[in-house]
């Protein structure tokens, strides 16, 4: 085992069902800790196979967040693999906790496993039989304890995903026991998420399905210190006390976590229960009053959201609007723009396969005030985005196309105005006889799928007096890109002398980022610029984007 810092450990576990918001807990937590000055970093562990969610669908498990750095993930001498696709909870906690994340912070069973099968193959474990216990929960151990060491952070927040209960689970659980025998009680605490489920026929809130989940967890030697019931409304005193007396909590250790107007009022909320002093009394961390001065920004973040002036309405059509994670980022970007601007974003998720079976339905796209064109990848609904895309540059409607969504946007100029009717991306055709959307040159020898895409922070250099630089008012950027594919830049060359601007481009391979309407605010860019925003520094590209679209709304009165 390697040798720990002087970091304390808060691990976070969920219960009775997935989807409760762990991540909101474990990032709320995070900031009643920076109010008081300590510093934090956190951990997300999935238990699923995968070395990365890269190659998972969104409308299974959400957004695929991209961090700023690579990670050359080592699993054995001699077999590496670059990690940068991570969790969407990544998000939550750069947006609330204000610092970049590191992919070496997402702990999957899939890279635990591999790395003890292919320590196995080139023979670390000669003569021992392999198992989970030791080796598998070594490994946990050995992952969560570098994590620590990397910046040293007063506190490292670790988020155990899926809950108590599933199999995939239990060698992290197991792992944590170990850890608390290990480190010491008094430098780790458990906290516990778990439903609190309203019964409307009788009006109670129910805590049994808390208590079988802790018995889980008690059944695994392992108590938690603190218990966080998430309900519709803040729990009752005698609800505290019923779940204090059966889970082996005191009272003042059951923290509400209601539904609220906008997840930034949670660390306000857990402030007001006292879940800060708890949380440093447990750790043996002086007890520090919050400072005033953060206290009070982050309460004036809150009233932006719940205060609006005015509202603008925005269409976010898409292939996975099934499911309102997979577009997580893009959504919190769109409402920080809007309250950063006080205004109230009303967005409206559309699948675009309804443009497909009726397009007389993109007339709804003229009764918004801007539209979204999304990432994406894959043939099942591009037909209409790309319909999405000739709709908005026939009504001159505002529209920001990100990543799949900025090529979509050159095939439907490249159709609509180039008048190249067979114009295509040969992701979704290959045999297209013009590819305006084509294969990056150095993915061409690439086969595998994982971890293989242009991924990461790049430098993008902006063209002076376009509408991107004009967002930005800077020449050079850092973005994050996730792709494979790009737009053409013989196709890109002849759009220019019908109307279309190149805006920027990647400084370091000279590929097109960035694409611009000369006679409207229609632009693309084959950057991620939802994954660097946050609540108090919104994106620039997104604040124009809201600025713009409210504009049109001021105009149609």
Request: net charge neutral; with cysteine; charged share 25%.
């Amino acid at each position: 085992m390697m040798n720990r810092s002087d970091t304390r450990f808060i691990f976070i576990t969920g219960g009775v069902l997935s989807g409760l918001g762990k991540g909101v807990v474990t990032a709320s937590i995070g900031k009643l800790l920076q109010f008081r000055g300590y510093t934090v970093d956190a951990v997300k562990i999935d238990p699923y196979l995968n070395v990365d969610p890269g190659t998972l669908n969104p409308v299974e498990h959400g957004e695929v967040f991209v961090c700023e750095d690579v990670w050359e993930f080592e699993a054995a001498p001699g077999y590496r693999f670059r990690i940068a696709e991570i969790d969407q909870d990544f998000g939550t906690y750069e947006r609330f906790l204000e610092i970049n994340m590191h992919p070496s912070n997402n702990i999957t069973s899939g890279q635990v496993y591999l790395s003890v099968i292919l320590k196995e193959r080139v023979g670390e474990f000669l003569g021992k039989t392999i198992q989970v216990i030791p080796h598998i929960t070594d490994e946990i151990k050995r992952r969560i304890l570098r994590a620590s060491q990397r910046l040293k952070p007063d506190v490292l927040l670790v988020e155990i995903g899926g809950t108590v209960g599933d199999i995939e689970v239990m060698p992290f659980l197991e792992a944590l026991r170990q850890l608390i025998l290990e480190l010491g009680k008094e430098v780790v605490i458990l906290v516990h998420v778990t439903l609190i489920p309203s019964l409307e026929t009788v009006g109670q809130l129910k805590t049994k399905p808390t208590q079988h989940s802790v018995r889980l967890l008690q059944s695994m030697g392992l108590q938690p210190d603190i218990i966080v019931g998430r309900s519709k409304v803040e729990l009752p005193d005698e609800v505290k006390e019923k779940i204090s007396l059966f889970c082996n909590v005191p009272k003042h250790a059951v923290a509400s976590d209601p539904d609220l107007e906008t997840p930034y009022e949670l660390p306000m909320i857990f402030e007001k229960q006292g879940l800060g002093d708890l949380i440093c009394d447990l750790l043996k961390l002086p007890r520090r009053k919050p400072d005033y001065r953060s206290l009070n920004e982050w309460g004036e973040l809150i009233k932006r959201f719940k205060e609006p002036a005015d509202r603008v309405r925005i269409a976010i059509p898409g292939k996975y609007c099934m499911i309102y994670d997979s577009y997580i980022s893009i959504i919190e970007a769109l409402r920080a723009s809007a309250a950063w601007l006080n205004l109230k974003a009303d967005l409206i998720l559309i699948e675009t396969e309804e443009f497909e079976r009726d397009p007389g339905k993109l007339e709804m796209l003229n009764h918004v005030d801007g539209i979204l064109l999304t990432p994406g990848f894959g043939a099942r609904g591009v037909e209409g985005m790309i319909m999405v895309a000739e709709q908005a540059i026939k009504e001159r409607i505002p529209l920001l196309g990100i990543c799949f969504g900025a090529q979509l946007l050159f095939v439907a100029f490249s159709r609509y105005v180039l008048g190249l009717r067979n114009a295509h991306s040969t992701e979704v055709d290959p045999n297209t006889l013009h590819p305006v959307v084509d294969l990056l040159s150095e993915q061409r020898e690439i086969g595998l799928k994982g971890g293989t895409m242009k991924l990461g922070g790049r430098l993008v250099k902006l063209v002076k007096g376009t509408k991107l630089h004009e967002a930005y008012k800077s020449e050079r950027i850092i973005e994050r890109f996730r792709h494979r594919y790009h737009i053409n830049q013989r196709y890109a060359e002849l759009a220019a002398e019908k109307g279309l601007i190149i805006s920027a481009y990647d400084e370091l391979d000279g590929t097109i980022c960035g694409i611009e309407l000369k006679d409207a605010w229609i632009l693309g860019v084959q950057f991620h610029p939802e994954f660097r925003s946050r609540p108090r520094t919104p994106s620039p590209l997104f604040l124009e984007f809201v600025k713009k679209s409210y504009k049109i709304r001021k105009k149609k009165g």
